[in-house]
């Protein structure tokens, strides 16, 4: 990983950061709530890429990564749906 990427990188970062903290003046919460999923999600997209070195990894680490990002996403569902059903 060369300097230039990394910096990139913490610049998108920081304008996440930004957008996640203007998010937090909207009136509509869904909306708010909304642009602080996406955010987040990028952010962490942004960390596994570059930080992680997922963009240069082979195609048996990529799978590893998406395979966890999966199971996150189907634990958080599965918790969602117990607590809204009840």
């Known amino acids: 990983m060369n300097c230039r990427s990394a910096v990139f990188c913490w ?24 642009v602080h999923f996406i955010c987040a999600g990028a952010m962490a997209a942004l960390i596994m890429l570059v930080f992680m070195h997922l963009y240069t990894a082979d195609r048996l680490l990529r799978l590893v990564a998406v395979s966890g990002l999966l199971w996150i996403a189907l634990l958080i569902l599965l918790t969602l749906a117990d607590m809204l059903t009840r």
């Open 11 to 34: 610049l998108g970062l920081l304008a996440l950061l930004a957008l996640s903290l203007l998010a937090g003046a909207l009136d509509n919460t869904a909306l708010r709530y909304s």
